[in-house]
Nanobody, 127 residues
Framework: QVQLVESGGDSVQAGGSLRLSCQAS????????MGWFRRSAPGKERKPLA?????????YIDSVTERRFTISIDSAKTTLYLQMNSLTPEGSGIYYC???????????????????WGKGIPVTISS
């Protein structure tokens, strides 16, 4: 499995921006599928936000997320980012980085194929 460690969580005011980072190891830097997820409250399901694969294809869960968030990866393909702008209090929660360790070249990187997870990092957005 891929090892993932999130960082960058913070408390910010609504309307602000935040960039989350995820340090990944144990994966192929040539063929990968990784993404970001959020659990808004304890007991609620962990919902997908965005995924990115080694072809450069990014997919967002909806158009609102696509307008305000950007998923990217560094040139070494070891740090995944999530740039979040125009934050709203509804965006508070625990943010998780995830990877599909079975992803193959030419495969489909989807929201529901992740098998490796980071421990998560809290983000609080105040109004």
């Amino acid at each position: 499995q891929v090892q993932l460690v999130e960082s960058g969580g913070d408390s910010v005011q609504a309307g602000g921006s935040l960039r989350l980072s995820c340090q990944a190891s144990g994966h192929s830097t040539n063929t990968y599928c990784m993404g970001w997820f959020r659990r808004s409250a304890p007991g609620k399901e962990r919902k997908p936000l965005a995924v990115l694969d080694s072809s450069g294809r990014a997919d967002y869960i909806d158009s609102v997320t696509e307008r305000r968030f950007t998923i990217s990866i560094d040139s070494a393909k070891t740090t995944l980012y999530l740039q979040m702008n125009s934050l709203t209090p509804e965006g508070s929660g625990i943010y998780y980085c995830a990877a599909d360790s079975y992803f193959k070249f030419g495969g489909f990187c989807g929201f529901y194929g992740m098998d490796s997870w980071g421990k998560g990092i809290p983000v609080t957005i105040s109004s």
